[in-house]
Structure formats: C-alpha cells, structure tokens
C-alpha cells in the first residue's frame, strides 16, 4: 500500500514537473479583469445616470418633482410629479405579486413535497422555458387575449389598464419565486421531514409547518427579488398598461409607468438637452434606487433569516 501511494505522489510529481505553470499565472489575471470590467461597468453606470439626473434637477425642483402627483412634461407648462408614474409601477407591481406569490409557492411547495421523480423532472423545466419567454410575447398576449378576455367579463374596463399587465407579469415572475422557493425548500433535511412524521404531523403539516418555517429565508428573497423585477418590467406594460400617467387608484384606466414613460420618450422626439430628455434619467435614478433597496432588502432577509443545519 506504501509503494503504491509512493508511485501515486512520483506521478503527480511527474505531471506538475511537465507544466510550465503558465496558464495558472495568466487565469488569475484574466479572470481578475473580468471582475474588475464588470465594477467599472456598474460605476459607469451610476455615475452617467446621476450626472444626467443632477442636470434635470438643475433645472426643475426636487420638491415638484418629489411632492407633487401631476406628470405632463409634454404640455406648455410642463408638470413633472413623479408620484404618477410610481403609483402606475406600484399598482402593476401589487397585482402581478398576489398573483405569483401564491402561485409560485404552491408549485414550488408540490415539487418539493409532493411529485415524483419524474412529476419533478417534467414540471420543473417547463416552468423554466415559462421564464425564458420574450416579455414582448407576453405584452403581446396581455394586449390581445387577457385584456379582451377581461373585457368581456368586465365591459367597463378599458383597452388600456392595470389589470390585465399585472396579471401577465405576474404569471412572468412565477418561475423566479417558484424555481428559488423549491431549492429553499429541497434544502431542508430530511431528518426534520422525518422527525415530524414520526410525531404524527400529516404530509400537509409537514410541509406547511416545518418545511415552510425553515425555508423562510430562501422564499421571501425570492418574493423580494420577484418584485423587484416586476418593478422593472419594460414590454408587457408599455404595450398593455397605457401611457396615461394618473396618481388614481382606479384599476380600469390608462396609466403609465416609470419604465413605459423612459420606452416612450425614448423611443419619441424628445430633443436632446431639453427637460424632457434629462427627465428620462431622472425616473431611471428613481427606479434603480427602487431596485437597489429590494436587492438589498432580499440580501439582508437572507442574511437575517438564514438557517444553517
């Protein structure tokens, strides 16, 4: 056993003698660029919207654009209250997650505790091929099937609305929260799935009140990072959801919201160097402070609840 272990250390000896060891001196370099290529990407980022957003605000006040709840800078006396376009984001974003989160932990909770093998294989990748689908495909679906399928239902909804976009981008999301809870889920020991059966818990109780509990840290990280890319949903509202900013609460109406309004003045006239223009970075700040929380509130929800067994 000794002079094989011998022979094994002579061969690796051997095999490291024949390498000059250069590629592991240029693999760190390499990767090391990528790395910092991807911080100065992010820096470039910020610091390009901050600067475009800092001239907006040089020329309209933060109080206007913070305190009030009109949006109309196309108008002769512009009006620029951002509170319409995050309420529009805001209502797009509550419907889509009473949507998704029920949804989505339900499918992950079946995968993790009730389906087969082979149920689990068939499931899993569909919902993933769900995700992958082009968001103007699903603009295009809520434009022409969910909303006339709503307004049949509901005749007074309008052609426009918050409904049918919340619906459809909550249907998006459903593979994040589902894909994330899942692995939340499967990660749980067995022994404690076990333990609790042995104590005469039924399936359902096991999976509702210890697989549930245990896995809260993973899920709410996932609902939270679901949300926030409801928040950022570009396509699906721009089509569906109008481009009529409103601060109302109603439900049946055009509005718009941070990201249609950047899609439409983007892709329209606006003159560059004019308020207009500079609004766009203004409302592309917000959202990604918007974004930036929910990110860090999902890795602190991690942090905070995480179980370790």
Known sequence: MANN???????IAKNNAKKNGTSDKIAPIILGIIAVFSILATIGIIVTLLTETITFF???SLADFFLTMEWNPFSST???GIWALILGTLKITAIATV?????GLGAALYLSEYASHRARSIIKPILEILSGIPTIVFGFFALTFVTPLLRSIFPELGSFNSISPGLVVGVMIIPLISSMSEDAMSSVPNKMREGALGLGATKFEVATKVV???ATSGIMASIVLAISRAIGETMIVSLAAGSTPTASLDLTGSIQTMTGY???VATGDATFGSDIYYSIYAVGFTLFIFTL???LLSHWITKRFREEY
């Open 293 to 295: 929380i929910m990110n």
């Open 262 to 264: 950047i899609v439409q």
């Open 78 to 80: 512009p009006k620029y």
């Open 58 to 60: 040089t020329r309209v």
């Open 212 to 214: 549930l509990p245990a």
């Open 5 to 11: 272990n011998l022979s094994v250390s002579e061969m």
């Open 99 to 103: 949507v998704a989160v029920p949804l």
